[in-house]
């Protein structure tokens, strides 16, 4: 499967045209029950789903935390964080943080839409961003969040054989996610389920038999 900008424009179209609106009467179902009940409202968060083009085809951008970081170190992650007040929206956060973490400069990015909310069993409420990247240089990981940066041919998220299950022991259950290896990376957890979401929804109907 290759992707042209008719096909970018289809899988546009399956994404939601604005953040999906949370009331304060909505069930929230995180993706792993903590131990106790949360006491204060979920932290807002967003993240960045970049297609980047490329001569060989489209790709997605993943970067790999820093060691030094005090949460998830060394994992894979999208680019993205914390919505601040100055952000206008969930767009405006995952660019800037986009910017911070790999030298992403906003203009290079078009939003194309988003995924439903990802409400995580830390409580974040994340809102995945996805956009059409466009760089005109090499992306430069920030080494105080990224120790690397490096992309997944689209092509190869479409397929359903590239998930397999992560597994891990917390606090004596097991939790599980979809993992994805990939050029000696391995990505699982949120991101993975990120991904394969963006697959199911948006990415699932381009595959031609």
Request: zero cysteines; proline letters at 8%.
């Amino acid at each position: 499967m290759r992707l042209d900008d008719s096909g970018i424009t289809r899988l546009s179209r399956r994404l939601l045209s604005r953040p999906e609106m949370i009331g304060p009467d909505t069930a929230l179902m995180p993706d792993w029950m903590p131990d106790s009940a949360f006491d204060r409202p979920p932290v807002e968060a967003a993240v960045l789903i970049g297609l980047v083009r490329r001569e060989a085809g489209f790709t997605v951008l993943y970067t790999e935390r820093s060691s030094t970081l005090r949460a998830h170190s060394g994992q894979v992650a999208f680019p993205g964080g914390k919505i601040d007040p100055e952000d206008e929206d969930a767009a405006a956060a995952a660019l800037r943080e986009a910017h911070e973490e790999v030298a992403l400069a906003p203009e290079e990015a078009r939003i194309l839409g988003f995924l439903p909310h990802y409400f995580t069993g830390t409580n974040y409420l994340i809102t995945p961003v996805v956009a059409l990247v466009e760089p005109s240089a090499p992306f430069v990981p920030n080494p105080r969040e990224v120790s690397d940066v490096f992309e997944v041919p689209l092509a190869r998220l479409a397929r359903l054989e590239t998930y397999g299950t992560f597994r891990i022991m917390r606090g004596g259950q097991e939790r599980t996610s979809y993992q994805i290896d990939h050029d000696g990376h391995r990505i699982w957890g949120i991101t993975a389920n990120l991904t394969r979401r963006f697959r199911d929804l948006a990415l699932a109907a381009e595959l031609v038999p």
